[in-house]
């Protein structure tokens, strides 16, 4: 989707090393989300934030952290505590209101050196 | 916590047959979406449904959502190979303040 960029594309991480993925939309939503991917799996929902200066846990948030101190902007960062960080994450954008599409971007694919 | 269960997994069709996925929730549910994830893309938001028996069309995709609100089905009919990819349906529970996404299956189209 043209109205949110994921950078960067591919990342590598060391052993104990902290990474932010970055997220950056332009289309005025007010809600923000990170979705974790694994091969052949689902979506599973790591944090979200329905505006700005609050965030809330999803499902898997344990290993990750985030700030939203920008309406365009939700960083992810992936610390060194989550023990399997490889996958596909990915970033989402919708209008405020629990029932709004959810609008992607093209991903980060993160791996373990 | 809610739980929206998708079946089945993966499904491979010979094109020119019909392709149709389950979607189903442990509770009831306030509205359904369908998502499409090409392969290396992203999902892309296909349609929400919100009342219950609800029927909508979308050129060969006819989207369903149960009468008590707990199921959803999507059909494809006369798959084409433009189709294949990962179809997903995410649920919101009366209680929940958001969405669960399902497993999400995976269509793949032999021409």
């Known amino acids: 989707d043209g109205g949110i960029t994921q950078s960067p594309k591919y990342l590598f991480r060391k052993e104990g090393q902290n990474v932010t993925l970055s997220c950056e939309q332009n289309l005025n939503h007010d809600a923000m989300y990170w979705y974790r991917q694994d091969p052949g799996q689902g979506l599973r929902l790591i944090y979200y934030s329905q505006i700005v200066n609050d965030f809330q846990k999803g499902d898997i948030a344990e290993g990750y952290s985030v700030s939203r101190e920008k309406k365009e902007s939700f960083p992810l960062t992936v610390t060194s505590a989550q023990k399997n960080p490889t996958a596909f994450y990915l970033c989402a954008s919708s209008m405020r209101g629990a029932d709004q599409p959810q609008h992607f971007g093209d991903g980060t694919r993160l791996s373990i050196l | 916590g809610q739980q929206v269960m998708q079946i089945p997994q993966y499904q491979h069709v010979q094109e020119g047959e019909d392709f149709t996925t389950y979607c189903n929730s442990s509770?009831?549910?306030?509205?359904i979406q369908w998502y499409k994830q090409r392969p290396g893309g992203h999902p892309v938001f296909l349609i929400q449904l919100v009342k219950s028996g609800e029927v909508k069309k979308q050129k060969r995709l006819t989207f369903q959502f149960g009468e008590a609100k707990k199921n959803s089905s999507l059909h494809i009919t006369a798959t084409q190979t433009t189709d294949v990819g990962t179809y997903f349906c995410?649920?919101?529970?009366?209680?929940?303040?958001?969405?669960?996404f399902g497993d999400g299956t995976t269509l793949t189209v032999k021409p």
């Open positions: 509770t009831t549910l306030s509205n």
């Open positions: 995410a649920g919101r529970g009366t209680n929940a303040g958001k969405s669960t």
